[in-house]
Each structure stands twice: as C-alpha cells, then as structure tokens.
C-alpha cells in the first residue's frame, strides 16, 4: 500500500457520501476526541463512507478510533491500518462493500465487523495480529457473504470467520496462513478455503 506522503490531523470523523475520497497516501490521525483506539464500544470512525462512496489511498495512524464505517455499500481501495482501534471497518448497513489493496496490523480484537447484511469482497491483503479477521455482529441472523483472495493472515488468536448465523457464506481462496487459528468459527452456512 501507500508510503506516507504527510500526515493529516483529523478532529471530525469524514464523511464521504458518494464519489470518491483520495487520501493521496496521506496518514490520518485521529483526535482522541474520536476514541482512544482500544476496545470501548461507541467511539467514532475515522472515515464514513455513504451511499457506494470510494475511499482510497489512506493510512490509518497510530490511533486507529472505530476505524472506517461503510452505509449503503462502499469500496476502500489502498488502505492501511497502522494500528487498528476497537475495529478496522465497519459495515453499518446493508450493501455490497468491496476491500482491494489493503492491510490491518495489531488489533486487540476484530478487524472487520459485519452489522447489516451485506456482501463483502476482499481481495490482496495482508492482516497481522488480532483477535479474528471478520465478526459478524454476535447474535445477528441475517445474511452476510464475505470471500477473501489472495491474502496474507498471520497471528489471529482466534481464527478467521465468525458467525452466529446459519444464512451466512465464507470463503477464502489463493491465501496464506500462518498462525491465524481456525479458519471457520460458529453456524456458517457454507464456509470453505481453496488455498
Ligand atoms: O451488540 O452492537 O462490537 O460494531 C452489541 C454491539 C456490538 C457492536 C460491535 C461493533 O456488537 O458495537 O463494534
Ligand atoms: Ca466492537
Ligand atoms: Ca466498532
Ligand atoms: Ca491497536
């Protein structure tokens, strides 16, 4: 992904609604207005993404806040979390929400969280050491169909996919593992790897 071109202090989360967001591999770094990057819930995204919105060639900082959150479907494109906070991204409501040319390093515990239906496509990334790769919301019944190809996942202390719900869809192809615990963790419908 990006080599920092200059860093960008961020007081209010930005939001994006429709078009496309060029952070120019800027390093974005959070007011501790936003949170504080650690596991309490309620604290505000770095990015909002809206209505199909394009965010691309952004670094996360050291305070990684709730990351990015997505509304209605959105692509992140050349995105780089230093430091993950509470969670990378966030798929707030339903869509489609692709993720190519990413990576996520040093997350206490999730990096994406699914909380609304949604498809989610990722392709090329690197993901090192957090909880697990993909949540979706603990006790939600609704459908979320993640793929994952060609990535790099190490140090997941947990594994890769969680679901509560039976109507849900993993897969992950043309991926290295290493260290990244159990590859398909609750009541997936289907959840397979063709590595
Ligand atoms: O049910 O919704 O951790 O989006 C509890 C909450 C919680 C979410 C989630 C998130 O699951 O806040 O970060
Ligand atoms: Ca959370
Ligand atoms: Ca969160
Ligand atoms: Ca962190």
């Not at 496309?20 to 974005?28: A, E, I, P």
């Not at 007011?31 to 505000?44: F, V």
């Amino acid at each position: 992904t990006c080599q920092s071109t200059g860093s960008q202090f961020v007081r209010e989360t930005i939001v994006v609604n429709g078009g496309t967001y060029d952070g120019q591999c800027r390093t974005f770094n959070p007011s501790s207005a936003l949170g504080d990057g650690s596991q309490s819930e309620g604290q505000d995204p770095v990015f909002r993404l809206e209505n199909g919105a394009t965010l691309k060639n952004v670094i996360i900082g050291q305070n990684g806040a709730d990351g990015i959150h997505v509304y209605n479907g959105g692509t992140l494109e050349n995105i780089r979390w230093t430091d993950v906070g509470e969670d990378a991204m966030t798929v707030k409501s339903e869509g489609n929400v692709i993720l190519r040319n990413i990576e996520g390093y040093n997350g206490s515990d999730k990096f994406l969280q699914a909380n609304a239906a949604s498809n989610i496509t990722v392709s090329n990334c690197v993901v090192d050491n957090m909880g697990k790769f993909l949540r979706q919301n603990g006790g939600t019944t609704f459908e979320v169909n993640i793929t994952v190809d060609n990535c790099d996942i190490s140090n997941m202390s947990e594994g890769i996919f969680r679901t509560d719900s039976s109507r849900s869809t993993a897969h992950i192809s043309n991926s290295r593992l290493r260290n990244a615990g159990r590859v398909c963790i609750g009541n997936w419908a289907s959840c397979t790897s063709s590595n």
